[in-house]
């Protein structure tokens, strides 16, 4: 970006300095906020990269959310597996004690015999 010297200052240097020092001065001014400028914007990119590279160690990547949603299905599988453990032993237990009920109580023997039309 072009930076141009306000006029008022021109002025005020050739009075100073003379015409021809105030339009080296001009220029030297001139040189020195175009090189600002440059290492500005050298300094604003660099921040961006290392702002970009911090964020990068934070923040999870895709990468990072595959490896994650697979140890996930392989847990959900186990769990799966523990679930139907769990069911049949829940389901012989829950047999055991229907045996154990009927074998020990005779009047359950009658009470499921009267019930049983009512199953249908």
């Given at each position: 970006m072009a930076y141009v010297i306000d006029y008022e200052l021109l002025e005020k240097?050739?009075?100073k300095v003379g015409?021809?020092?105030a339009k080296k001065i001009a220029q030297t001014i001139e040189l020195i906020y175009n090189?600002?400028?440059?290492?500005?914007?050298?300094l604003a990119?660099?921040?961006?990269?290392?702002?970009?590279?911090?964020?990068?160690?934070e923040l999870?990547?895709?990468?990072?959310?595959?490896?994650?949603?697979a140890k996930l299905e392989k847990i959900e599988a186990k769990l799966?597996?523990?679930m139907l453990k769990l069911d049949k032993k829940f389901t012989i237990m829950f047999l055991i004690l229907a045996f154990l009920i009927i074998f020990?109580?005779?009047?359950?023997?009658?009470?499921?015999?009267?019930?049983l039309p009512f199953a249908k």
């Open positions: 240097l050739e009075e015409k021809e020092e090189e600002l400028d440059k290492k500005s914007e050298i990119q660099q921040k961006k990269l290392e702002l970009k590279d911090e964020l990068t160690k999870a990547t895709k990468a990072d959310l595959a490896i994650i949603e799966e597996k523990e020990i109580n005779k009047d359950a023997i009658e009470l499921i015999i009267k019930l």
